[in-house]
Nanobody
Framework: QVQLVESGGGLVQPGGSLRLSCAASGRIFSINTMGWYRQAPGKERELVANITSGGTTNYIDSVKGRFTISRDNSKNTVWLQMNSLKPEDTAVYYC????????????????WGQGTQVTVSS
């Protein structure tokens, strides 16, 4: 009933840029925080950045100054602009949203996208 669909991953050289997109669709009543997580091989999934419906952002230290998260509430879409990419940014990136569906307006659930691979390599 609710889906998060990501796009924009790929292979890029160190120092390059990528822009990830995530669109939420379905019977959505409201969306609170949207964010991006990543998981590298052999590591736990970690929060990269998130943004509230009011536009407040949060980043992990390793991406500050390089990544920018933004969203369009009218389109239920969040983006992650990634610049100056490093090999250590290589991971599967997952979109995440805390939202209420029209079927459960009083309860907030967390939804995940399917993930998109980002590989930074020369």
């Amino acid at each position: 009933q609710v889906q998060l669909v990501e796009s924009g991953g790929g292979l890029v050289q160190p120092g390059g840029s990528l822009r990830l997109s995530c669109a939420a669709s379905g019977r959505i009543f409201s969306i609170n925080t949207m964010g991006w997580y990543r998981q590298a091989p052999g590591k736990e999934r970690e929060l990269v950045a998130n943004i509230t419906s009011g536009g407040t952002t949060n980043y992990i230290d390793s991406v500050k100054g390089r990544f920018t998260i933004s969203r369009d509430n009218s389109k239920n879409t969040v983006w992650l602009q990634m610049n100056s990419l490093k090999p250590e940014d290589t991971a599967v990136y997952y979109c995440n949203a805390d939202l209420r569906s029209v079927y459960s307006r009083l309860v907030m659930y967390t939804y995940w996208g399917q993930g998109t691979q980002v590989t930074v390599s020369s």
